[in-house]
């Protein structure tokens, strides 16, 4: 079922670029719930290239930045641009190409990961300052406003204490992979663009412009096994900076591996046919447990010997 005639393109990049706007916007000021609903601010720029052409998909990422820059500031203006207009712009590019999926996923986060880390480096060189201490200054303040709320609510002083010790680990903890959630960040931003605008553009949109795929067929080649050997052997070498780059290579080739798990469930929870519902509670409860989280990494790992879904054989 396309969009009807009548919608013409100015109309469909208004609606999708107010629902760009509002999607942003809602990771900026409402906690938790908008920060989820801001990894979609992508899909409906997504949607507008590819329905309107390129001019009608820039002018709506314009439209948004101005927006953006109005109401949240050019920082957040600048981050908008890359991490969701860019994305959209490069999956669009690539999907006019006929790129598989991978290619075309993998492409626009290294090219949105890649300019705005090259426009961070640029402004903190301009601030003459570290981005690893501004990063650790920005979330030490945080603790701070938190160990207060604390004290103004007659906490005990030992409990406010306790916190702040623990926070602060906490801060040590995220500086130390902070390079690894950057580069998991891009992937998500641009795995959920992908996807999800394939399933909206397969309901409202004309013609064939996503290549086919099953997603729950999708596998990691056999050989990236050897990413996961090689940077789990550095993770414990004695050299500080080999070992810290390793550890953040292990937890993005660790997240691959989750990806690759969470397929197998949906493999499953299609072949049951679970109920729509509860397969969101199922996803809800793999992704905020830990233990769950294991679990479906460890599926991901060994399926190349299990091969759990019996799509194809398993050269080992």
Same mark, same amino acid.
């Given at each position: 079922m396309g969009i009807p005639v009548r919608y013409t393109t100015v109309t469909v990049g208004g609606i999708t670029s107010l629902l760009s706007f509002l999607l942003f916007l809602a990771g900026v000021y409402v906690p938790l719930l908008g920060t989820v609903l801001s990894l979609f601010s992508a899909v409906p720029l997504l949607f507008s290239f590819l329905y309107g052409g390129r001019k009608s998909g820039l002018i709506g990422v314009g439209v948004v930045t101005i927006g953006v820059v109005l109401l949240a500031g050019i920082e957040r203006g600048g981050l908008f641009v890359v991490e969701y207009g860019l994305t959209a712009l490069i999956l669009t590019e690539t999907l006019r190409r006929g790129w598989p999926p991978e290619p075309s996923i993998l492409t626009a986060a290294g090219l949105s990961l890649g300019?705005?880390?090259?426009?961070?480096? @640029? +402004? #903190?060189?301009?601030?003459?300052?570290?981005?690893?201490?501004?990063?650790?200054?920005? $979330?030490?303040?945080s603790v701070t406003q938190m160990s207060s709320f604390y004290q103004e609510q007659d906490q005990e002083e030992e409990q406010a204490a306790s916190l702040q010790e623990y926070l602060e680990r906490i801060i040590d903890i995220f500086v130390y992979i902070f390079p690894a959630l950057v580069i998991i960040g891009a992937l998500i931003n641009s795995t959920l663009t992908y996807l999800v605008g394939r399933s909206v553009w397969e309901k409202w949109g004309t013609g064939a412009r996503f290549p086919p795929f099953t997603l729950s067929h999708w596998s990691l080649p056999d050989y990236f096994i050897w990413s996961l050997i090689v940077t789990g052997f550095f993770s414990f070498l004695p050299l500080a900076s080999l070992r810290f780059l390793a550890r953040n290579l292990l937890l993005v080739v660790l997240f691959c591996y989750l990806l690759q798990g969470l397929v197998i469930v949906? @493999? +499953? #929870?299609?072949?049951?046919?679970?109920?729509?519902?509860?397969?969101?509670?199922?996803? $809800?409860?793999?992704?905020?447990?830990?233990?769950?989280l294991f679990v479906v990494t460890g599926l991901g790992v060994f399926d190349l010997w299990v091969n759990f879904r019996r799509i194809q054989p398993k050269a080992v």
């Open positions: 300019l705005g880390l090259l426009l961070l480096l @640029f +402004y #903190f060189n301009a601030q003459q300052a570290k981005p690893m201490t501004v990063l650790r200054e920005e $979330l030490r303040a949906h @493999f +499953y #929870f299609e072949k049951t046919k679970i109920p729509l519902l509860l397969r969101i509670v199922g996803y $809800l409860l793999l992704v905020i447990q830990p233990v769950f």
